[in-house]
């Protein structure tokens, strides 16, 4: 492709929990998200990624940074708006990101500034602090999942998992007789054959019964007009929790930001991607009512970030060559 000659700075956007030795080093803690691969964990993904650059021999590639995408979302986002201090992603995951104060940082020398944490929000409740709220289909869910125990806030409120947990409870309601007379059909059997997108659908204001009862026709389930009616009301129930659960972690955010800061009154903006909160009908409204219920004390704007975390990573990728360049300059 004629690139070979150039060494080209590179951004590697990278939205799996990491512990980050340095801007351009990040050891791979686990995997999330139903994804899995050998021979990763416990590695430094950023040179796991330079191998394969090298094996491929097309570009001579420089790898700057790692960043989370909540990190990347959150620069995207505070390039345009100052006031942004947190990045938020409600997608196939959920996580954020937010800017603590040095003095809060043991890890790190210095207690003036701020500083951006990734909080790895989604493996909230893994030592059981959820158990209250957590139902009989959340732990069907998380048994069946690839990393059973782990990643327990985000498997209550990311696309990942929402489809699913309707999938268990039409199972469930559908055993007792309140559902398709009562027949299981070998569709609705499969796992992760119920996908989020179809919550998106149903729960559409635009949609009438008779085109529930067509999505679920193409699932294979045969209903009547009061299944669609059920099917619609367990799917607003699930994604209605869904954005308060993840609402009301947001609200712990600001007001932790508020209360670092001995401010009565808080104005911070959030940057926010993901396709849970940007396609789905209702999720944004539920999430900011929630946020703005928890958090009486802080005015919260949120933000759609439309270049996604790319141009967050590529903003920090600039800053970190400039960096190298005038440390070079001083050596």
């Known amino acids: 492709m004629g690139m070979k000659s150039a060494r080209l700075p590179l951004g ?11 801007l351009d080093a990040g050891i791979l803690v686990n995997w999330t998200k139903g994804f899995k691969c050998t021979d990763c964990e416990g590695e430094d993904v950023v040179e796991l990624l330079r191998e394969g650059i090298k094996r491929k021999e097309e570009f001579d590639l420089d ?9 990347g979302t959150m620069m995207t986002c505070a390039y345009e708006e100052p006031t942004c201090e947190i990045g938020l992603i409600a997608g196939t995951g959920s996580n954020a990101c937010y800017m603590e104060e040095m003095r809060n940082i043991e890890t790190v020398e210095g207690n003036e500034g701020r ?11 893994d030592n059981g602090c959820l158990d209250d709220i957590r139902t009989q289909y959340d732990r069907a869910v998380d048994e069946n999942s690839l990393n059973e125990g782990k990643q327990r806030y985000e498997k209550m409120c990311s696309g990942m998992y929402l489809g699913e947990i309707v999938r268990n409870i039409l199972i469930d309601l559908t055993k007792r007789g309140f559902l398709f007379r ?18 998106s659908q149903i729960e559409s204001d635009r949609l009438a019964l008779l085109q529930v009862r067509a999505i679920l026709q193409q699932l294979g389930l045969d209903s009547t007009c009061d299944d669609s009616i059920i099917v619609k009301e367990v799917c607003s129930t699930v994604s209605r929790r869904a954005a308060q659960i993840c609402g009301a972690g947001m609200a712990g955010v600001v007001d932790k930001i508020r209360e670092n800061r001995a401010l009565d009154h808080l104005d911070v903006t959030v940057g926010v991607d993901g396709t849970l909160y940007k396609l789905h009908p209702h999720f944004s409204r539920i999430f900011h009512q929630t946020v703005k219920e928890l958090a009486p004390k802080c005015n919260v704007n ?30």
């Open 12 to 22: 590697f956007t990278f939205s799996f929990p990491c512990h980050q030795k340095s």
């Open 63 to 71: 790898v700057v940074a790692v960043v989370n995408d909540t990190v």
């Open 115 to 125: 500083m951006c944490v990734n909080m790895e929000w989604g493996a909230f409740g």
């Open 182 to 199: 009562g027949k299981i059909s070998e569709t609705l059997k499969t796992r992760g054959i119920f996908e989020t997108k179809f919550l």
């Open 302 to 331: 949120f933000l759609l970030s439309e270049d996604g975390s790319g141009k967050g990573a590529a903003l920090i990728t600039a800053v970190g060559c400039r960096q190298r360049a005038q440390e070079a300059l001083q050596a």
